[in-house]
């Protein structure tokens, strides 16, 4: 039998899912510093964040449970990683075999739409091991980008929105705490926002957009295509 909140998000498919960008995204989380040649976890998550919300795998949306999470390390090569479903997340592990920086991300669109709209998904994160700084690439054309490291109590954590490279201007972007604190912010002419570390713990940030695009998905046509972005950092 499908679960209430299952039927819930159907019916608000079939409404024209407005209700479902706002309320639900996929989010990466990944403790941003590992140790060379020490298995590091990295797990995938949906639901609500900014209620404490964590859907169960079997009531993710459509068929986001088929996503993949690539990871780019500081040699430019790009690895697909083996999930594991948990039932409240999926988990997978990579090894970092050099210093640098490492890039998780993930990009899904949902096989179903929402009425005449795409749904895409995307969440990113940044995995920081021993010395350098080199960025590895990432092939997505929106970015959140956000140090790879652990911030403290009362510090003012910067955030970068691009697309295609260049900074995205006078855009909201919700920034959400696991004390269940949440706060709009708008990115300043250079794209970037400060984020009050208020409280320790992990944050996520998200950036939704909708555009006008037409095109033919799964054999079904539509006329918009919604994107949410997130990513997260981690405070002690």
Same mark, same amino acid.
């Given at each position: 039998?499908? %679960?209430?909140k299952?039927?819930?998000? %159907?019916?608000?498919v079939?409404?024209?899912g407005?209700q479902?960008?706002?309320a *639900?995204?996929i989010w990466?989380e990944? *403790?941003?510093?590992?140790?060379?040649?020490k298995?590091?976890v990295?797990?995938v998550?949906?639901? &609500?964040y900014?209620t404490?919300?964590i859907d169960?795998t079997?009531?993710?949306?459509?068929?986001m449970?088929?996503?993949?999470?690539?990871?780019?390390g500081p040699?430019?090569?790009v690895?697909?990683?083996?999930?594991?479903?948990?039932?409240d997340f999926l988990?997978g592990?990579?090894?970092p075999s050099?210093d640098?920086?490492?890039h998780?991300?993930?990009s899904?669109a949902?096989?179903d739409?929402?009425?005449?709209t795409?749904?895409e998904f995307? %969440?990113?994160?940044?995995v920081?091991?021993?010395e350098? &700084?080199?960025?590895?690439?990432?092939?997505?054309? *929106?970015?959140?980008?956000v140090?790879?490291k652990?911030s403290?109590?009362?510090?003012?954590v910067?955030?970068l929105?691009?697309?295609?490279?260049k900074?995205?201007?006078e855009?909201d972007i919700?920034?959400m705490?696991s004390?269940?604190?949440s706060k709009?912010?708008?990115?300043?002419?250079?794209?970037k926002i400060l984020?009050?570390?208020?409280w320790?713990g992990k944050?996520?940030?998200e950036?939704? *957009?909708m555009?006008q695009q &037409?095109?033919v998905?799964?054999e079904?046509?539509?006329?918009?295509n919604w994107q949410?972005l997130?990513t997260?950092?981690?405070v &002690?």
């Amino acid at each position: 039998m499908k %679960s209430i909140k299952h039927i819930i998000l %159907s019916l608000m498919v079939l409404l024209g899912g407005s209700q479902l960008v706002q309320a *639900h995204a996929i989010w990466l989380e990944s *403790h941003p510093i590992g140790v060379k040649n020490k298995a590091h976890v990295v797990r995938v998550f949906y639901g &609500e964040y900014a209620t404490g919300e964590i859907d169960a795998t079997k009531d993710w949306y459509s068929d986001m449970k088929e996503l993949t999470v690539q990871l780019v390390g500081p040699n430019q090569k790009v690895q697909t990683l083996r999930l594991e479903d948990k039932g409240d997340f999926l988990e997978g592990t990579f090894l970092p075999s050099e210093d640098g920086l490492y890039h998780l991300f993930t990009s899904h669109a949902a096989k179903d739409l929402g009425g005449e709209t795409r749904y895409e998904f995307v %969440s990113q994160t940044r995995v920081k091991i021993g010395e350098g &700084e080199a960025l590895p690439m990432i092939p997505l054309r *929106h970015q959140l980008s956000v140090d790879a490291k652990v911030s403290s109590v009362g510090a003012r954590v910067p955030l970068l929105l691009t697309s295609d490279g260049k900074p995205v201007v006078e855009k909201d972007i919700l920034v959400m705490s696991s004390a269940g604190w949440s706060k709009t912010y708008k990115t300043d002419q250079e794209g970037k926002i400060l984020i009050e570390a208020i409280w320790p713990g992990k944050y996520v940030v998200e950036y939704s *957009h909708m555009e006008q695009q &037409e095109g033919v998905w799964h054999e079904k046509p539509y006329k918009k295509n919604w994107q949410g972005l997130t990513t997260s950092f981690l405070v &002690e």
